[in-house]
């Protein structure tokens, strides 16, 4: 009986050592990758390289991620939230703070808060895939995923304000999705940030007093 409890007690903790050394290689595949597809651009970024860099098999970045895209879209998520749990974006503290906060100009403003934190992390990622899609049939799929995801996010977020009664009498549902999916997009935070050097504050700010202009009453 000793011995089996024992072998019990030892499967255990194998079984937690090796979920840690797979979430070690996971991150150390993410870290490699995202730092190779900064430097490099998308299309100079091999998955050969990745795993030299990350010293792991190529095989284990085909299994984890299915191709290079796909391995861009992990590395791009990471970067939206901050971490690689696997937490669904829709059971985030962030959006449990948005939903429970009464006041809709509150609710947009923690938004744009979130937007400004998250860019310099995901930025220049999410443009590595836009401009991928040019020319890459399957970065031209991560790139619609990503922008479907966007759209789904934000037609959660317009549901929350006209449910809950917060949107001008002009405004329909479907406007207040659209308007929320164009002001999150990447393109405004190239060109307000990127290209013309606004800090992340100012441009949180800024996104924050137009979505209450152009949404609420």
Not at 101 to 124: M, V
Not at 126 to 142: G, I, K, P, Y
């Amino acid at each position: 009986m000793h011995r089996k409890e024992c072998g019990v007690k030892r499967r255990k903790y194998d079984s937690s050592r090796r979920r840690e050394q797979a979430r070690e290689t996971r991150r150390a595949i993410l870290d490699a990758a995202r730092d190779l597809f900064l430097d490099r651009g998308y299309a100079e970024t091999t998955v050969p390289a990745v795993a030299a860099v990350a010293t792991v098999s190529v095989e284990t970045i085909y299994k984890a991620f299915a191709n290079k895209a796909g391995l861009l879209k992990a590395v791009f998520d990471v970067a939206i939230v901050g971490d690689d749990e696997p937490i669904p974006m829709l059971e985030r503290e962030l959006v449990r703070r948005i939903r429970a906060d009464p006041d809709p100009q509150r609710k947009l403003r923690i938004y744009s808060e979130h937007l400004a934190e998250a860019g310099p992390r995901a930025s220049a990622l999410q443009l590595l895939v836009r401009d991928a899609a040019v020319s890459d049939r399957e970065a031209a799929r991560m790139w619609d995923q990503m922008l479907a995801e966007r759209l789904t996010g934000m037609t959660h977020f317009a549901r929350e304000l006209h449910e809950g009664g917060h949107l001008r009498a002009d405004i329909s549902f479907d406007e207040a999705r659209d308007i929320l999916f164009t002001y999150n997009s990447v393109e405004l935070y190239d060109l307000l940030v990127i290209r013309r050097g606004w800090a992340n504050e100012k441009y949180g700010r800024f996104i924050a007093e137009a979505l209450i202009a152009a949404l609420l009453p």
